[in-house]
């Protein structure tokens, strides 16, 4: 089964931007549609983004325009580009094999902070 393990996150201003990572142990990456979910403390998991095998992307409505969700088959890694953050993108993030099975074991995420 695939393991995949985020990083990337950060401190950042409002208007500025972060590029998070998801790295794919055990498995070829490419071969799964991915995707990134948030979840603030005390709230519901959100989805962000989804990149298919095949290269198609989609997002949510609070993130489009802003965030692209992009793919390295060569590095067996998933990007999430996140520009134009604003204090409410502040979260934990993490990335999934997409749509997340019943059993799938999330990982410690990554934290992304954005200051006013």
């Known amino acids: 089964q695939v393991q995949l393990v985020e990083s990337g996150g950060g401190l950042v201003q409002a208007g500025g931007s972060l590029r998070l990572s998801c790295a794919a142990s055990?498995?070829?990456?490419?071969?799964?549609?991915v995707g990134w979910f948030r979840q603030a403390p005390g709230k519901v998991r959100e989805f962000v983004a989804a990149?298919?095998?095949?290269?198609?992307?989609y997002y949510a409505n609070s993130v489009k325009g802003r965030f692209t969700i992009s793919r390295d088959n060569a590095k067996n890694t998933v990007y999430l580009q996140m520009n134009s953050l604003k204090v409410e993108d502040t979260t934990v993030y993490y990335c999934?094999?997409?749509?997340?099975?019943?059993?799938?074991?999330w990982g410690q995420g990554t934290q992304v902070t954005v200051s006013s």
């Open positions: 055990g498995r070829t990456l490419s071969d799964y549609t």
């Open positions: 990149i298919w095998s095949g290269g198609m992307t």
């Open positions: 999934v094999k997409h749509p997340p099975p019943a059993n799938w074991a």
